[in-house]
């Protein structure tokens, strides 16, 4: 089996050590900061990062390139007359994961690819996230949106400011849906990002309801990542198939708020393309 690594390592607005567009950073960084846990309690340490107990994402294209596809701008939408659509479902399809299980992507809506070599991949996806975790802490924290204790878990719904209760006891969690509209760094807004892991380079870009590259947080509908893969991969004559799995990384960041709060956001995802 030939896999793709797709490292869709998206960071919002919670990411600290991250880089400007125009700059590179390694995941490796983030997988540096991950939370310590000891026998299932997690030490709290303002913006590390760690698993959430399941993720979903909303994907819509996958292409495989031949070379390397042009960006979105503000004004024109990214060039992929040098890729081909392996996959396309217009009203997306949601990938989970959990610490047990993971899903792929329906298998109806996948398209052959010409046989022949490719450099990049291109995977356009829903910018609204969801992830839902139950955490014991090593020390009691106030949650931004109620209670206080060492038990602490996500709560449904995407209000701002409100993901995360805390409790004396174990909680139950909800899906807290984390709506990306665009990428924060020292307290500028982006709506661009490259990210190294190596060999890989990976650019992300936000996208208007016209696919063009978004200029303000209201305009952001989708997220679209362009992935130079490193090395390049050949699919092959006949018949193969292709799946495509979400796996977590670090997954979610852990950090106080503005007023000292525990506050609970989206971390990094990786993506695998595999070909047989």
């Known amino acids: 089996m030939k896999k793709i690594v797709l490292s869709l390592g998206l960071l919002f607005s919670s990411a600290s050590a991250v880089s400007a567009p125009t700059a590179s950073m390694n995941l490796t960084m983030i997988d540096g900061n991950k939370c310590a846990v000891n026998s299932g309690i997690t030490t709290f340490s303002s913006g590390c990062m760690t698993e959430p107990d399941e993720y979903k994402v909303t994907i819509h294209e996958v292409y495989l390139c031949g070379s390397a596809p042009s960006a979105p701008t503000t004004a024109s939408t990214a ?15 949601e990938v989970s994961v959990s610490t047990s299980s993971s899903t792929g992507l329906s298998t109806t809506n996948f398209s052959d690819a010409d046989a022949g070599t490719y450099t990049h991949a291109v995977v356009k996806l829903n910018n609204s996230l969801s992830f839902k975790s139950n955490l014991e802490l090593n020390t009691s924290q106030a949650g931004d949106s109620s ?121 990094p995802l990786v993506i695998d393309i595999a070909i047989q």
């Open 79 to 93: 060039v992929l007359s040098a890729c081909q659509k392996i996959y396309d479902h217009s009203a997306g399809t």
């Open 147 to 267: 209670g206080a204790g060492v038990h602490c878990a996500t709560v449904a719904g995407s209000t701002a400011g409100q993901t995360a209760v805390c409790g004396s006891s174990a909680l139950t969690a909800g899906f807290s849906v984390d709506p990306v509209d665009g990428f924060t760094i020292g307290g500028t807004r982006y709506d661009a990002l490259r990210i190294v892991q190596s060999p890989s380079i990976m650019d992300v870009y936000t996208l208007t309801g016209t696919n063009l590259n978004a200029s303000a947080a209201n305009q952001v509908e989708s997220l679209l990542a362009i992935v130079d893969l490193g090395s390049s991969v050949t699919v092959p004559e006949g018949a193969y198939t292709v799946d495509v799995q979400i796996k977590k990384t670090t997954g979610m960041n852990i950090a106080h708020d503005g007023s000292g709060d525990l506050t609970l956001t989206s971390g």
